[in-house]
């Protein structure tokens, strides 16, 4: 029922929604698409992202930008895109502090980069939330698979 082949899509939730960014973004090609629930859209511009940058990579803040995922978007060429999907619940308690969407929106739109982002009423961070819309990324990737029309 699961057909194995080289095609790949990734996703994750916060920290490891914005690592599926990154790593898409960093790697274009190598995936399918990409899809977050609430992933941490600017870590170099907000606490949770100051913190671990700054444990992993020292207080150079110029060597963060390039595990940023908003401002790998912004940068990212247009021939290379990976079809990406965001959803994000709009009661989220750290939505502004600490996710900032609005700078992965901005950043696609400067570089035209194909980001389908759903803001969803109702939802905050929880299980239930991914539990909610998880049939919806799983259909996401598998039209990116070629699995589904």
């Not at 150079?60 to 990976?82: C, F, G, I, P, R």
């Not at 696609?108 to 939330?129: I, K, M, N």
Request: hydrophobic letters at 35%; charged letters at 15%; glycine letters at 8%.
């Amino acid at each position: 029922n699961f057909p194995v082949n080289e095609h790949k899509v990734i996703s994750g939730h916060p920290i490891g929604g914005h690592g599926a960014l990154v790593l898409a973004l960093r790697n274009p090609g190598l995936y399918r698409s990409v899809s977050a629930f609430s992933p941490i859209c600017n870590p170099s511009a907000c606490p949770w992202g100051e913190k671990a940058l700054g444990n992993y990579l020292g207080q150079d803040k110029n060597s963060w930008l390039q595990y940023d995922a908003s401002v790998l978007m912004s940068q990212a060429d247009k021939s290379e895109h990976t079809p990406a999907l965001v959803t994000q619940g709009a009661d989220d308690e750290f939505l502004e502090r600490q996710l900032k969407p609005e700078t992965l929106l901005a950043a696609a739109e400067l570089s035209g980069y194909p980001l389908s982002y759903e803001l969803q009423p109702g939802y905050d961070h929880s299980y239930y939330f991914i539990s909610s819309f998880i049939e919806q990324h799983l259909r996401f990737h598998a039209r990116h698979l070629g699995l589904e029309g």
